[in-house]
């Protein structure tokens, strides 16, 4: 099973890469974009064939190590 | 008087901390030196104080600190240190700290974006710990940095909370001591550069005190923590 797992800095978190992105979008002539928030997307294939199983072992990776809550939050997603 | 200096893979920093730390124990604990344990020797001596160096242990993949925060080595560390076992961290040492929730906090990307290299003052924001009995409250001191990722927010704590406690270690101020927007090098919360667990038996610091320890580096700034641990230690 294929699996998701987004990371995004929790909102009110300063982003200066998000903002450097923003700033060059704007250099770019694109007009109306008014934030930008990077973050990252972790792909993971996993050998686990029940979703809810799946979930619950991807929420361990997150709150373990692939997140760090003290600044950031995960969505995770499962292709099924 | 027996210290270890954790060696991740990546750290570059660990040898200077060796020598600083070796300097004050032969001053004040003579026969004794530290003695470097590898990250995946997760049962060494017993130790009177770790040390995390700074460095980029794991390439800073995933985040700065938080594989070598999972490491073997770091478990036995987070096990020693919730039982009073005095812990050093500087910078990425600082880092992992924090990713190892033995300190409040986190470290993010620097304001400016860019790597900081040169050296900052620093406000001791309190001499009663063991890592700053040698300084005064108030003191300004000069120590380098050298960080991509230096910008402390204190998270769900949040920074009066930790100022009540006492937690704040060190600020960066100006050359007099205020605490003014241009001395802070990474846009860090309350110009905070260092802070310590709420026993105060845990210090993080992104500045680099072992950098200005020794006259022949340009200063000795730095050297008084490594003195005050060893004598308190000893």
């Known amino acids: 099973m294929k699996a998701h797992v987004h990371v995004t800095l929790k909102p009110g978190v300063l982003d200066p890469q998000g903002k450097a992105i923003h700033k060059a979008l704007s250099g770019l002539g694109f007009e109306g974009v008014e934030q930008v928030r990077q973050g990252k997307v972790i792909e993971l294939e ?9 979930r619950e072992s991807l929420r361990d990776m997150c709150e373990k190590l692939l997140a760090n809550t003290v600044i950031e939050n995960y969505a995770i997603e499962l292709d099924v | 008087m027996k210290a270890a200096v954790i060696v991740f893979p990546g750290s570059n920093c660990d040898r200077d901390v060796q020598v600083a730390l070796a300097e004050a124990m032969a001053r004040h604990a003579p026969g004794t030196a530290p003695v470097m344990v590898w990250h995946k020797d997760a049962d060494f001596e017993k130790v009177d104080l770790i040390v995390l160096p700074g460095g980029f242990s794991y390439g800073d993949y995933l985040r700065c600190g938080a594989m070598a925060a999972q490491s073997p080595v770091m478990k036995e560390v987070v096990g020693r240190a919730e039982k009073g076992v005095p812990v050093l961290g500087i910078c990425n040492g600082f880092q992992i700290l924090t990713e190892a929730g033995l300190l409040p906090g986190a470290l993010i990307r620097n304001a400016s974006l860019k790597f900081v290299c040169r050296d900052v003052n620093l406000r001791v924001e309190t001499g009663q710990s063991l890592f700053t009995s040698r300084y005064e409250q108030g003191q300004t001191i000069r120590v380098p940095v050298a960080h991509h990722d230096g910008n402390y927010i204190a998270g769900g704590e949040d920074v009066a909370r930790l100022e009540d406690r006492g937690q704040i270690a060190f600020r960066y101020c100006d050359p007099e001591g205020a605490l003014t927007g241009p001395s802070n090098p990474n846009g860090s919360a309350a110009n905070i550069a260092g802070v310590f667990n ?12 072992e950098r200005l320890a020794d006259p022949a580096l340009g200063g000795t700034d730095g050297r008084p923590m490594f003195d005050g641990l060893v004598e308190a230690l000893s």
């Open chain 2, 198 to 209: 709420e026993t105060k038996t845990v210090l993080g610091l992104m500045p680099h005190p």
């Open chain 1, 46 to 54: 996993l050998s686990e064939t029940d979703p809810a199983r799946a």
